[in-house]
Structures are given as structure tokens and as C-alpha cells.
């Protein structure tokens, strides 16, 4: 009978050991995260250049990489496409602790605001988006830095 109930214990405590360790498991992500690092608008040409920069701040690389800007009034209820382009980092990866860029050209009037729709994927090939909203800053030298908004929820890149 006591064999039996250790038996049962240990059973019990095997399943609690291992149940703990999927929690953790879900707790910790292990996702790429890319995020804003700097984004500046060009002059220069008869195109206007935008240029994204990205960093890696999470544990594995962002693959193949892609940004979609559009343009959006003042209020956020018309949006135009610009523009759509890789993410260039060591190929068409970002290795985490390394900066990629988008390298986007569009024409036509600014717009109000910019919102950049980037999609990426782990290593485990699951897709991932994330919203960026810029304003334009101060233009010095036919260049302006894009000024980092609070981001939009994903939705607003569907």
C-alpha cells in the first residue's frame, strides 16, 4: 500500500513539475522584436526616400522582413499607400543586437502622418506584425527625422 502511494505521489509531482515548465515555457517568448531606431525622410531626389531603421531586440533573428508605409490625415480616417519594401539586415534577416532597414521611395504630397506596417517571421516561420506611427520633425537640409508616435494597435495595419 505505501508503494502504491508513492507511486501516486511521485506521479502527482511529475505532472506538476512538468505543468510548471510548459507555463514557463508560454511566460517566456522567444520572439524577435523589432523596433524603431531611428526613421528620417529624404528630399533629395524627385522621389521622396524614406528610410526605416530597425533593431533587433529580442532573442532570435526577424526573418525575411517587409514594410508597407501608407499615409494618413491628421485624424487618422484616410490612409493611402506609399510605399512597400524589404527589411535588409544580413540578408533579409535582422540578427538580434543588429539594426535592418527599409528603404522606401514614394511621390506625391506629405502626408499628416506616416504609418509603417512591418511583418516578420520567427524562426519557427509564424508570422508577426507590428505597427510603427511617425510624424514629420523638423526638415534640415532636404532631411527630417520622423518622430515616433504612440503605435496604433495591429489592427490598423489589416
Known amino acids: 500500500m505505501t508503494i502504491i502511494r508513492g507511486l501516486i505521489w511521485l506521479s502527482v509531482i511529475a505532472l506538476i513539475v512538468g505543468g510548471l515548465g510548459y507555463i514557463a515555457k508560454l511566460s517566456f517568448k522567444n520572439d524577435p522584436n523589432l523596433v524603431s531606431a531611428g526613421p528620417r525622410i529624404n528630399f533629395n ?3 521622396k526616400s524614406v528610410f526605416l531603421d530597425f533593431h533587433n531586440s529580442g532573442p532570435t533573428p526577424a526573418r525575411r522582413g517587409r514594410a508597407k508605409l501608407f499615409g494618413l490625415n491628421e485624424v487618422r480616417t484616410s490612409r ?18 543588429y539594426n535592418g532597414h527599409a528603404d522606401l521611395q514614394f ?16 524562426d519557427d516561420n509564424n508570422l508577426l506584425r507590428k505597427p510603427f506611427l511617425f ?23 489589416k
Do not use: H, M, W
Not at 82 to 88: K, M
Not at 115 to 122: E, G, I, K, P, S
Open 135 to 157: 510624424r514629420l520633425g523638423t526638415i534640415k537640409s532636404n532631411e527630417a527625422p520622423l518622430d515616433e508616435l504612440q503605435p496604433p494597435d495591429a489592427d490598423a495595419c
Open 107 to 122: 511621390e506625391g504630397e506629405l502626408p499628416d502622418l506616416f504609418l509603417a506596417c512591418v511583418t516578420y517571421y520567427d
Open 45 to 47: 531626389a524627385v522621389r
Open 80 to 97: 493611402r499607400e506609399l510605399a512597400e519594401g524589404p527589411i535588409v539586415g544580413a540578408g533579409t534577416n535582422v540578427i538580434p543586437g
